[in-house]
């Protein structure tokens, strides 16, 4: 079982990684994000102080049987505390409110968590009990009570989730409404498969039955389970349109390639650094910067009269005028690579012709520029390795 807990705390760590450093790394944290980091991290020192190997290593350690007990139920009221934070900054409001609202529910788990500790000080569990301390003490004077205390606290936190997902989720769309459908599925697996199944192992107790198998090998799977959903629900909508981002940069990274081929040699953009690790949004960054750099130096080579004749080909096959636009400047850019690679003199009389893809921002025309190079008709290829640069021409970064 240790395992198994282990892995949901690392899961849920790894999904508070991936929240707190999927923003502007020049902007401060935002509450909302703050709060939800918080949460899930709480959330993973909970299973972590929940494991078997844990609660003996904190037992031997302390010197008192069952100490693991108490921290990892003062834990647990710590994530649920959080988990109402966490939803009171979600549902905003004015500071003075917010501020309000966060200071009752720590004053209120801050009482939880000092009755757990008391009534475990109170107690008689001088037997140690690694996975079903629940159940063995569910009679026992003063554990009774602090076992009780845990499971509603974490109830009232849980249920509140719930409530208020469901209500959002009906409000809003797109990922967003996938992330609190998520949220509320980890909840309901928490209540259901972890406090139900602990409520109905320690009532079964109460009655002499014996339904230990509930709180020892139900529960902590489901909690785990509930966790990793849970996690994933306010993930989501932040991850998935960063890796949708970073998935298009890479296609357009590969669609430049033949525009950057053809024109890498005249780039004096300096080389990347660490390029081999650098994300895709990274790569088509410098990848755009460098064919920018490439095409200012080959302006002086452009031919107005290559362009134009171009021009006029596209237009008598049919074709649209901004699709022949970049079809006659693609013809134009190869027919300068080509001259430049040549070591020809730049045209005398400089063009004043601006690029498309330098007229509009992002790499849209970039892309529209090496899809007609690709399919032009104009010019060779340079063949890379074996073009000596002219005077103001340098190779570029890859």
Known sequence: MSLVVYLAAAASALACAVLFRN???TAAPSPLTVSTCVAITLGAVVFVCSAPLTLAAVNDLTGIPNFGAPLTYGMLS????????????????????IRSLV???VAAYSVLIVAIVVLFSL???????????????????YMREMI?????????????MCVVCVKWAREVTGLLRTGLWLILAGALLDVVGFQLTKYTAVAARWSGHDLDFLSTAVAPPMASLGALVFSAGFVLPRLLPAAQAQWHSLDDHRRLGPLWSRVRFASTAP????AWWQLPQARLRWREVSIHDALLALAPYFDD????QALDAALREGRPAHEARVAAEAAMVADAARRAADRREPQA????????ATEVSGTGGLVELAGALTRSTHGGAVREGTVKATPGLTRGAP
Do not use: F
């Open 23 to 25: 923003r502007p790394r």
């Open 78 to 97: 710590a994530y649920s505390c959080s988990l109402l934070i966490l939803l009171i900054h979600w549902r905003g409001g004015s500071p003075e409110r």
């Open 103 to 105: 200071l009752r529910a």
């Open 123 to 141: 107690a008689d569990a001088d037997v140690e009990r690694l996975s079903d301390l629940d159940t063995y003490y569910a009679n026992t004077p």
């Open 148 to 160: 009780v205390l845990y499971l509603l606290g974490h109830s009232a936190a849980m249920l509140a």
């Open 271 to 274: 080389k990347p650094p660490s």
């Open 305 to 308: 009269r290559v362009r134009e």
């Open 349 to 356: 009389t400089p063009s004043t012709y601006r690029l498309y």
